[in-house]
C-alpha cells in the first residue's frame, strides 16, 4: 500500500524557472493537500482540495497553482520560481477518524531550491 | 497571528527521560487537538490525538494532558528511547476538514543513549 506519492523528492531550479510538483494518493480519500515546511515555521497550507474538481486557498497561496486531475491526483505548480519558495513540499490527504477530527497522510516530500 | 504557541523549539533528554513538549492556544472554538512526529526525510505521521472532553489521553509510552481552562495541552514521552529522536509538532483545529488545522512551529527532540 503505497500511501501517498510525491515526485519528484529533489529538484534545484532557477529564479524564473516553472515545474510542476505531482502528488498522487491510493487510500480513495477526497480531501488533498499542499503543505511548506520552513525551518522554525512549522507546515503551513499552500492550498488543498475537498473534493474532486474543487480547489481553495490556503494560509500560503501566492506563486502557486493547483489542479486536482481527479480523485487520486492532486498537483502543485510554481509558474515563476523564486528563492522565497525554497522549501520543503509536502503533499497530504485526510481521512475522518471514527473517535473525531481527521487523520493527515502525508508524502515523503519534495525539496526544492531556487537559486 | 500564531494560533498555536509551541515550546521548546529543541530539547535534549538521556535514555529513560521524560521529555515534555507544550502547546498553548487561543481559540476556544478548537475541538480537536493532535500530534504529528516527523523523522528526518519523512513526512508527519500521526501521532495521538485528543478531544476536549478528556483531560488526559495515553497511548503505549506517549500521554497528552489537557487542561482546557488555560488552553494548554501537552505531549509527555515516559521511559524515552533514541529512537524517539524526531521533530514533533502540535496542531489544533475546529469543526471541518483538515483545511482548518492549525500547526505549532515543531519542537526537535534529541534521546541521548
Known amino acids: 500500500n503505497a500511501g501517498v506519492t510525491q515526485t519528484p523528492k529533489f529538484q534545484v531550479l532557477k529564479t524564473g524557472q516553472s515545474m510542476t510538483l505531482q502528488c498522487a494518493q491510493d487510500?480513495?480519500?477526497?480531501?488533498m493537500y499542499w503543505y511548506r515546511q520552513d525551518p522554525g515555521m512549522g507546515l503551513r497550507l499552500i492550498y488543498y482540495?475537498?473534493?474532486?474538481?474543487?480547489?481553495d486557498k490556503g494560509e500560503v497561496p501566492n506563486g502557486y497553482n493547483v489542479s486536482r486531475l481527479n480523485k487520486r491526483e492532486f498537483s502543485l505548480r510554481l509558474e515563476s520560481a523564486a528563492p522565497s519558495q525554497t522549501s520543503v513540499y509536502f503533499c497530504?490527504?485526510?481521512?475522518?477518524?471514527?473517535?473525531?477530527?481527521?487523520?493527515?497522510?502525508f508524502g515523503s516530500g519534495t525539496q526544492l531550491s531556487v537559486l | 497571528q500564531q494560533q498555536v504557541k509551541q515550546s521548546p523549539q529543541s530539547l535534549i533528554v538521556q535514555k529513560g527521560g521524560i521529555p515534555i513538549i507544550n502547546c498553548a492556544y487561543e481559540?476556544?472554538?478548537?475541538?480537536?487537538f493532535p500530534w504529528y512526529q516527523q523523522f528526518p526525510g519523512k513526512g508527519p505521521a500521526l501521532l495521538i490525538a485528543?478531544?476536549?472532553?478528556?483531560s488526559e489521553k495515553k497511548e503505549g509510552r506517549f500521554t497528552i494532558s489537557f487542561n482546557k481552562s488555560a488552553k494548554q495541552f501537552s505531549l509527555h514521552i515516559m521511559d524515552s528511547q533514541p529512537g524517539d529522536s524526531a521533530t514533533y509538532f502540535c496542531a489544533a483545529s475546529m469543526q471541518g476538514g483538515s483545511e482548518k488545522l492549525v500547526f505549532g512551529k515543531g519542537t526537535k527532540l534529541t534521546v541521548n543513549p
Open positions: 481559540n476556544t472554538a478548537f475541538d480537536y
Open positions: 487510500m480513495n480519500h477526497n480531501s
Open positions: 497530504a490527504s485526510s481521512a475522518r477518524r471514527v473517535s473525531g477530527g481527521e487523520k493527515l497522510f
Open positions: 485528543i478531544r476536549p472532553d478528556v
Open positions: 482540495s475537498a473534493s474532486e474538481g474543487t480547489t
